[in-house]
């Protein structure tokens, strides 16, 4: 990936992104079992203390592997594409088995229920990253919403509304790498007498971390920091912080 210094205050971010205590470790966003070999370059990293880059590790695993199952329909490992996931669930009879457990076959359709606290921390924390990293921003607090859905069971117009860059009206923090990411873009629009008129707008990009494997986006919307995820193409999540 192609990463932007960040100019922002370091003072904005002190020890760990996730706690807020001291620092002694640094991580990846996301962490890379969310992503496929090769890795891209320059993962964005950040700070975190080793008690909560611990603590993730089973949850984000979990995460990762329910993701990928729900997509391929099946925990048969010959019929799973992720090899990290393979090799999560060839590691972990226990998680494999939580998975089976939570399955609902009925004539028709094959359900997966989801462990959500547990899908739940780990968007809240893959979010932090992001917002830590893409804004110089520390969201600690219980987040002031939180969704996640199947992009594909969305509607058009939802799709294109979550999946759109977006136009800014307010800047981030000077200097973040946010702010440094933004691009301007120059439109044609017509007016009531069909006079063609360039605008400048100033649009604010999804990030691809690994084409339909990760991606995401974060804004500031009015009072609210937005983060916006789509993790293997399909499991869309959206956390919002009141900043
Ligand atoms: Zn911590």
């Known amino acids: 990936m192609e990463q932007v210094k960040s100019y922002a205050d370091s003072r904005l971010l002190n020890g760990c992104i996730y706690c807020g205590g001291p620092a002694n470790t640094r991580e990846h966003v996301p962490s890379k079992v969310f992503l496929d070999k090769p890795y891209p370059e320059n993962l964005p990293i950040v700070n975190a203390c080793l008690e909560c880059n611990n603590g993730f590790s089973s949850d984000e695993e979990y995460a990762a592997t329910f993701i990928e199952v729900v997509s391929s329909g099946t925990l048969d490992t010959s019929k799973i594409k992720r090899e990290r996931v393979i090799e999560i ?108 008129k360039k605008v400048e707008m100033i649009v604010n990009p999804w990030i691809e971390v690994q084409e339909n494997r990760y991606e995401y986006i974060t804004d500031i919307v009015g009072h609210f920091i937005r983060v916006k995820l789509l993790i293997g193409g399909y499991f869309a999540c959206q956390v919002v912080w009141s900043s």
């Open 89 to 196: 669930l060839e590691r972990t009879p226990s998680l494999k088995s939580r998975i089976q457990h939570s399955i609902i076959r009925n004539s028709s359709t094959t359900t997966f229920n989801m462990e959500v606290e547990r899908i739940k921390r780990i968007i809240i924390k893959l979010a932090q990253g992001h917002v830590a990293f893409e804004l110089s921003e520390q969201c600690e607090d219980t987040p002031y919403s939180i969704w996640w859905g199947d992009i594909n069971k969305m509607t058009e117009e939802e799709k294109k509304d979550f999946a759109s860059d977006t136009i800014v009206d307010i800047l981030s923090e000077i200097g973040s790498r946010h702010s440094r990411k933004l691009m301007i873009v120059e439109t044609l629009l017509k007016d009531v007498n069909d006079n063609i």
